[in-house]
Each structure stands twice: as C-alpha cells, then as structure tokens.
C-alpha cells in the first residue's frame, strides 16, 4: 500500500505541479482570499464537520466491520490533498483559495484527526490510538507552499513567461494527472477487485457526496463560482496518502488503509467528470 508511487512519485510530481500554478498565482490573489474569510470559513465548516458526519452515517449504513470503518473516518478526517489543487486548476477554481485551505486545514488536522480517529477507534472497541506525525503535516507544506512560492517568485520576475506557459501547465497538468491514475491502478492490480468488493460502494457515495457537498452548501451560501469550485476539490480530494500512512504506519494495520487506496482511486475519476459537468453547465448558461 505504502508503495514507492505514493510516497516518491506522487508528491514530487504534485511537487512539479504546484510550481506550475504558482505562474498563474500573485499576492493580491491571496489578499482577496484574506479580504473574503467567508469563503475559507464555509469550506472548513463542510470538512470539520459535515463531512465526518455524513462518513460515519455511510459506515453505518453499510455496516462496515470495525477496521474498514475506522479507516474511513480516519478519511474523513484527513486535510484536502495537494492534487485539489491541480483539479481547481484544471476547472478554473479559485487557486488561492485551494492553497489557503490545504495550509489551514493540515494544522488543523493535527488536532483533528486524531480525535476523529481515536473517537472511531473507541466505538469499534479497538485498543489503539493514532496521532499524526509532525513530518507528514512538513511534507504538505513542502508539496504545496514550497513549489507554489518559487512559481509566484518566477511570475513576479518574468510575467510574460509565466503567462505563455499557462496552457502548456494545463494540459502537462492533465497528463500527469492520467499518468499518477495509471499508475495507481497498475501498482495495486492485484488486490483492487478485493478492495472494491470491501469497502467500493461506501468509498464511492462518500467520494460523490464530498464533491457535491463542498459545491453546493458554499453556492447556496453566496460564495463565487470559482471558490465553490475550489472549495468542491478540496472536499472531494481528500489526503489518501497520509490516510494510508496513519493505518499503515501509526496503526500497524494494512485493512485500516483500505478505504483511503479505493478512495483514490475514485477521487480521480469523480472529481474530474464532476469538474467537468461544471464546467459544462457554466458553458451552456453563458451561452444562454
């Protein structure tokens, strides 16, 4: 689970991402963000706290047995992953928006996570525990902030360039995106249909209804399209990597890290096509 595609290749690919959306990014971008709290405050509230609720109803539902549902709070709780970003950038999100949330939300997790986690592990009558590691919430840091910096930095000093090198970052974005997809799905062949058969059918609904929810409530609630676009990714994709990283390494279980390898796999397929159903919509209103 813990394979060298998820903890190599992934982040420095997301890596080489964020510096390609650091060139389309300035300050104001996030001054505005900081000028508009209502946004980042709406987002959060979904994450904190609709979401690990409407997770916990699916376990439910569905009668997970006690690892499995664990691993899905465990999920649940877990900040949005860096390849939001990516996917708000794909569908014109608001960016800034994307970054400030991962920031705010991986210090929040700290806390979070593991009292989600551990209130999960207590109802299923498990007997361990789970912090999060400091290095884990440094890693988001670095594959968010750090490659986003030096793009800004890059647009500051050489706009033009920045601004001819957009459509190239959206369509190598996009390639890669495909390439990390492929490559989960070939690294874990030989256990997907088992995982599918375990837990799919929980992953997916909560994958769907993530993506819905961080669009909708934020659209009813007055908030721009491109931040209820941005604030849909970064519900919808949630951190996969340090979920399975939580149950692998701080929990010493392999079954508890299932549900966060089918969730990703969903997440992909989902957020892009529901992306794209977005985008369409907004196309056919202009149009009208």
């Not at 394979?3 to 190599?8: F, I």
């Not at 990014?25 to 946004?39: E, H, S």
């Not at 996917?87 to 210090?107: K, M, P, Y």
């Amino acid at each position: 689970m813990d394979s060298a595609l998820t903890t190599v290749a992934l982040p420095i690919a997301l890596g080489i991402i964020m510096f390609g959306l650091g060139l389309s990014l300035t300050m104001d971008d996030f001054r505005r963000v900081g000028k508009q709290p209502k946004a980042v405050a709406i987002a959060l509230g979904c994450q904190l706290v609709l979401l690990p609720a409407v997770c916990f109803a699916l376990v439910l539902l569905f009668d997970l047995p006690p690892l499995l549902g664990i691993g899905m709070m465990i999920l649940a709780a877990s900040p949005g992953g860096t390849s939001a970003n990516l996917f708000s950038h794909l569908f014109h999100g608001d960016v800034a928006l994307n970054v400030t949330l991962t920031a705010i939300n991986s210090i929040i997790a700290i806390f979070t996570l593991p009292l989600i986690a551990n209130l999960a592990i207590a109802y299923f009558d498990q007997d361990n525990d789970v912090s999060l590691p400091l290095v884990k919430v440094l890693e988001v840091f670095a594959i968010v902030l750090v490659p986003v910096a030096l793009g800004m930095l890059v647009r500051a000093k050489r706009m033009a360039f920045a601004d001819r090198m957009e459509k190239p970052v959206r369509i190598g974005s996009a390639a890669i995106l495909a390439i990390l997809v492929l490559g989960i799905l070939l690294d874990q062949r030989e256990n997907v249909a088992d995982y599918f058969a375990q837990v799919g059918a929980v992953a997916g609904l909560f994958c769907a209804a993530s993506l819905v929810i961080g669009y909708v409530i934020p659209k009813a609630l007055g908030v721009t399209e491109g931040q209820a676009i941005a604030s849909s990714m970064e519900i919808g994709v949630h951190n996969a990597t340090l979920a399975i990283y939580i149950a692998v390494e701080g929990l010493d279980s392999t079954e508890i890290s299932i549900p966060a390898a089918v969730y990703s796999l969903f997440m992909f397929v989902f957020a892009a096509l529901w992306g794209a159903a977005i985008s369409r919509r907004i196309r056919l209103s202009s149009a009208a």
